[in-house]
């Protein structure tokens, strides 16, 4: 029972921290809906998403050897130039990863190409989506990023002995750290809107998730390019990317102040 009691824990864990990418898009894409419809749009994403993710866990139980298993139609290369071997679980990451690096440049570019606006009329202007449409795109991309911490939990469970009890334990992380996440991102929505310059280093990390993806994505793929094998970006250069990111944003805005106040005597 302690076993079983010790393993939830470490899966809520690991969902809470895979969750982070997951949460950021969450909290960036709710602000393409309008804004009375920001709330709403994040809950319901997100209670969607965790009762997918159990149908998602059901699922990959079930055919788990499917998304692992190489198509052979798309097995092959040209000889010292590419060779590839994609399976189900490769190119649902391949795509989520494509996806999320064309919404951060789209956005990225967005911000550098308005001109003559102010914030406010900035922020009307990227809200053209429906809410509709925004809680279809989180519950997609949050499927995606599913994908990584359900097999990790299938993993984390291979020690249980009763298949039942397994499912039971990943099922009831998945809802604890969906509820964590449903508390969390309006807190992290909230701090974006108040401290918009920070949306910029959000698109950014998010852009480097869809690296990370991709080059995951590549590696499960068995992709080579003229005889190198695509290798990861483990989740320890990540985070430590992640945190030069912040610094480097929080120094430049000490620095930037520091000018502005110089500037003003």
Partial sequence: ?????????????????LGFDNLLYISLESKKAPEVDQKRVRKTGILIAIVLRIVLL??????????????????????????????????IVLLGGGF?????????WHMISTKG?????????????????VITSIVIM????????????????????SATTAFIVMAIAIVISGLLMLIMA????????KNRMYEVLGLFILFIVGIMLVTEGGHLAHIKLFGEEIVPMSKTTFYFVLAILI?????????????????KK
């Fill in 1 to 17: 029972m302690l076993g079983i009691i010790f393993t939830l824990l470490m899966l809520v864990l690991l969902q809470a921290v």
């Fill in 58 to 91: 059901f699922v990959l139980v079930s055919i788990i050897d499917f998304f692992q298993e190489p198509f052979s139609f798309l097995s092959g290369g040209i000889e010292d130039i590419i060779h590839f071997s994609f399976n189900g679980h490769s190119i």
């Fill in 100 to 108: 999320i690096i064309y919404t951060a440049i789209k956005e990225i």
């Fill in 117 to 133: 606006l102010e914030v406010d009329d900035m922020a009307t202007e990227k809200k053209s989506k429906s809410a509709n449409a």
């Fill in 142 to 161: 949050n499927l995606v990023f599913s994908f990584d911490s359900i097999l990790a939990a299938i993993g984390l469970t291979s020690e249980i002995d």
């Fill in 186 to 193: 309006d807190k992290i929505s909230t701090f974006l809107s």
């Fill in 247 to 263: 610094i480097v944003d929080v120094v430049q805005g000490k620095y930037q102040k520091n000018l502005l106040a110089k500037a």
